[in-house]
């Protein structure tokens, strides 16, 4: 019965998407103000019937009901609690549903805290996400529905890949849609605004919470994505430039990109068309996402689901949304006009040298990661783009962004004065090169150490240049020191943001520069009693248990003994687990993580001569690419909680007549 | 200098600056392309001497029930596509998700007349997964073994 009244809700949910997407639109056109209320309240009620489908879902993998072939495909009656649920979008079925469910979440959020949107406005973006929502609504029900019944129940299902079966992973899905789906929102805004053909400093204040909010939570995402494939896939890697992590990188690329050009059009009232752009290309990309995740297209070590007819419905989806709003775009963009001058050396020159040189490195990524889809399709043959070339094209193209990246904050709005910044940022130039020629003599001779060098001068550089921004806005040593800190605190958090998310710049690139050029690894036979000499560390087999019972699995545990210089450091446990539901083996390092570096130690298996087959990596300052990406997300928490976003938000000078004329 | 010509030439700087990062993104592009595209073969196109001799490629199939053979670090096993299998050698790790009749991709370049070695070999998360040629041919055979 719950599964059927899943289903019904979803349904349900179907048609009040269609009526929210259709009649407070016509309200809108023609200003009837009747109309234009049933947005809300629909948005609401669209969101309470996605949830109860998601949670008539849930409860079906909680009761271990079997009759659900969905359930029965991906769950097992003696799984734990804890992935019974997490179960639920751990499959394609589940996760569409939770994709509906967020994108219904994010529009309700508008229903319910966007009073202070005008009317208009509000009501566009509001039948405009329903459109979404309608679509995808639609996928669900005819091509992925979890509510299907199976004739006869089996006993017992197929379980979950016990890949998947990890905290980590279980809260990645839904933080990862959470970004993903939130820039929706401003999708919707976008196309709103070209309805209205009105873009101005306002609009971009209005968007800019919810773009931010999903980029927090995409970063959050990609970074703990990139997390768990450190620490659970076993072999240290933690970026593969795999096509599902493009997937997810290049709404990130784009997100990215769409938060400093809106910075742009409410401060200077300029860049309208290409904010505007930006916000219909990061969606974009997102459902292009979806699409090659989704579909299967491409061969990648995520996809866990292909089905044609699935990626068709989307492809075509990702045709009519791009092509639509692409054609509204053309044709509304000319009225756009930017009324301001625009200086080539100011803040916002700056900012759109890092939005073009964002959108060229956005660009290499898109193309390595469709290349293969158009050379399949024009019988090149079946070609596979490599790490190599995304590390050959997109990190040069990031580079000037690093580097201009404190120079722009220390210029002025406007017009900006390069030499004076030039001038204060002399500091950081030193620090840079300093410690660039000290890593370069410690490094001497081994390879690629001018690279090293290189990479730690450019994230010296930005984290100072931050910091010398930083006490450039609190008047630092030319005032008095309590003054400053008087500043300090009372700088608006959208700077201490920017500053935080920068800095989170700085450490991605010492931990990405850390871990590539700098890690020794180990691959060997070992048995008991034997030591590996690494970086330092001694690492010493001391024993294997094999056949410990776990629930749903028998796992080995290896112990090593870790000393440096004969002080003991520490004890590694790594374990292989062996699941007998799906038959599955997953690996489980053990990893003993400092600031500067970690000890990765992995237990492979065994050899047929009684040793143990073992790998053993240092990899220096890689935790640093993590506290990084977290860094990005507080930084834009911290601009999201900024008072302007809270109180007093800007009222459009015509504030009484909110509808403007629309063709 | 008017403010027409000086908006003007702003504008220029601009467009400048956009065809440099362009150019600049092309030709960094084009260079990575021709050195690391890699080209997809099944066992039987390599057969044929489809794949190329002297630069990497990929080969993907099935691991052929019954022709996995370790020795210590070094592992010996086939990949098939069903018609023809080549006999592959890697020395490394195997990623967990390796097994018998699961789908697998190996990334290296003829060693020998009949042998692949790989510096890589991937698995695949999902147990359904084959590659597009193989599908008719695949099922009949996962429904015989």
Redesign the interface.
Not at chain 1, 341 to 344: N, R, S, V, Y
Not at chain 1, 381 to 386: A, I, L, N
Not at chain 1, 584 to 587: A, I, K, R
């Given at each position: 019965m719950v599964a059927e009244t899943g289903h019904f809700a979803l349904i349900l949910a179907l048609l009040v998407a269609l009526v929210q997407a259709t009649v407070p639109l016509i309200g809108a056109q023609r200003r009837d103000a009747a109309l234009m209320a049933v947005a809300g309240p629909a948005a609401i009620v669209q969101f309470l019937l996605a949830a109860a489908a998601f949670f008539a879902l849930m409860y079906c993998y909680v009761t271990s009901d079997f009759s659900v072939l969905n359930v029965a495909q991906n769950s097992y009656s003696n799984k734990p609690l804890f992935y019974k649920i997490t179960g639920v979008w751990g499959d394609h079925e589940g996760s569409m549903l939770l994709w509906e469910l967020i994108l219904t979440g994010y529009a309700a959020a508008v229903a319910l805290f966007g009073g202070k949107l005008p009317q208009g406005l509000r009501t566009r973006a509001l039948a405009v996400q329903s459109m979404v929502s309608f679509s995808f609504l639609l996928f669900i029900l005819l091509t992925s529905n979890p509510f299907l019944r199976l004739v006869p129940a089996p006993l017992n299902g197929q379980g979950l890949?016990p890949?998947l079966e990890d905290p980590g992973l279980a809260f990645h899905p839904p933080i990862l849609y959470l970004g993903y789906v939130g820039f929706s929102m401003a999708f919707s805004f976008a196309i709103a605004a070209l309805i209205e053909g009105k873009v101005d400093a306002a609009w971009a204040h209005w968007i800019r919470p919810w773009s931010l909010a999903a980029w927090c939570f995409l970063t959050l995402g990609i970074t703990g994505g990139s997390w768990w494939a450190y620490y659970t896939?076993?072999w240290g890697g933690w970026w593969y430039w795999d096509p599902t992590e493009n997937a997810s990188f290049m709404p990130w690329l784009a997100g990215t990109a769409l938060l400093h050009a809106a910075t742009v059009v409410e401060k200077r009232g300029t860049m309208k068309a290409w904010t505007v752009l930006l916000a219909i290309i990061t969606f974009s990309l997102s459902l292009l996402g979806t699409f090659l995740v989704r579909s299967g297209v491409l061969?990648s070590?995520?996809?866990?689901?292909?089905d044609p007819q699935r990626g068709v419905y989307i492809l075509t989806l990702l045709g009519v949304v791009i092509g639509g709003s692409l054609a509204l775009f053309g044709l509304r963009a000319p009225s756009l006009k930017s009324g301001a001058?625009?200086?080539?050396v100011s803040r916002e020159g700056g900012l759109?040298?890092g939005n073009?040189?964002l959108s060229?490195?956005l660009?290499?990524v898109l193309?390595g990661t469709l290349?293969p889809l158009f050379a399949d399709a024009l019988n090149l043959?079946?070609?596979?783009?490599?790490p190599?070339?995304f590390n050959?094209?997109f990190v040069?193209?990031m580079i000037p962004v690093c580097i201009a990246m404190p120079v722009g904050a220390l210029l002025a709005w406007k017009r900006g004065n390069l030499q004076l910044a030039l001038k204060r940022l002399l500091p950081a130039f030193l620090v840079a090169a300093a410690l660039a020629v000290c890593v370069a003599l410690l490094m001497a001779g081994q390879g690629r150490f001018i690279t090293a060098a290189a990479a730690v001068a450019l994230a010296a550089w930005i984290l100072v240049g931050m910091l010398t921004g930083l006490a450039q806005q609190i008047h630092f040593r030319e005032v008095p020191f309590k003054t400053s800190l008087q500043r300090l605190l009372k700088l608006p958090r959208t700077f201490h943001g920017m500053t935080v998310a920068h800095i989170g710049m700085a450490c991605v690139i010492l931990g990405i520069t850390g871990s590539t050029l700098g890690r020794v690894q180990n691959?060997?036979?070992m048995h008991i009693g034997d030591t590996v000499h690494i970086s330092g560390f001694d690492v010493t087999l001391k024993k294997v248990r094999d056949d410990i019972k776990g629930p749903g699995y028998t796992f080995s545990r290896g112990t090593f003994d870790v000393s440096s210089h004969g002080k003991p450091v520490t004890v590694m446990y790594p374990e292989k687990k062996h699941f007998t539901v799906?038959p599955?083996?997953?690996?489980h390092a053990a990893i003993r993580t400092t600031l500067l570096g970690d000890l990765y130690v992995?237990l492979?298996?065994h050899?047929?001569?009684g040793?143990y087959?073992t790998?053993i990596y240092y990899d220096p300052f890689v935790v640093w690419i993590f506290l990084g990406g977290g860094l990005f997300a507080a930084g834009g928490l911290l601009s999201i909680t900024d008072r302007r976003h809270r109180v007093g938000a800007p009222q459009r000078n015509n504030e009484a007549a909110p509808e403007r004329k629309t063709s | 200098m008017s403010l027409l010509t000086r908006k003007h030439k702003r504008r220029g700087a601009f467009l400048a600056v956009i065809l440099i990062a362009l150019a600049a993104a092309t030709f960094l592009m084009l260079r990575a392309f021709n050195e690391n595209l890699l080209f997809y073969f099944l066992p039987t196109q390599v057969k044929e001497g489809q794949a190329p001799k002297n630069h990497d490629f990929r080969m993907g199939g099935l691991v052929l029930k019954g022709s996995i053979k370790k020795d210590g670090l070094t592992v010996h096993f086939e990949v098939t596509d069903l018609h023809n299998s080549i006999p592959v050698v890697y020395k490394g790790i195997l990623p967990d998700l390796f097994h018998e009749n699961r789908g697998v991709i190996v990334e290296g370049r003829m060693t020998g007349p009949d042998l692949f070695t790989a510096d890589q070999v991937l698995a695949k998360h999902d147990a359904k997964y084959q590659p597009p040629e193989m599908t008719p041919a695949m099922k009949k055979y996962m429904q015989t073994h």
């Open positions: 890949n890949l896939l076993g061969t070590v995520h996809s866990f689901a292909t001058l625009f200086a080539p759109l040298f073009v040189f060229a490195a660009g290499t193309l290349y043959g079946k070609v596979s783009v490599g190599p070339f050959a094209t040069p193209i691959i060997q036979i799906p599955e083996d997953t690996t992995v492979a298996g050899d047929a001569k040793g087959i790998r | -």
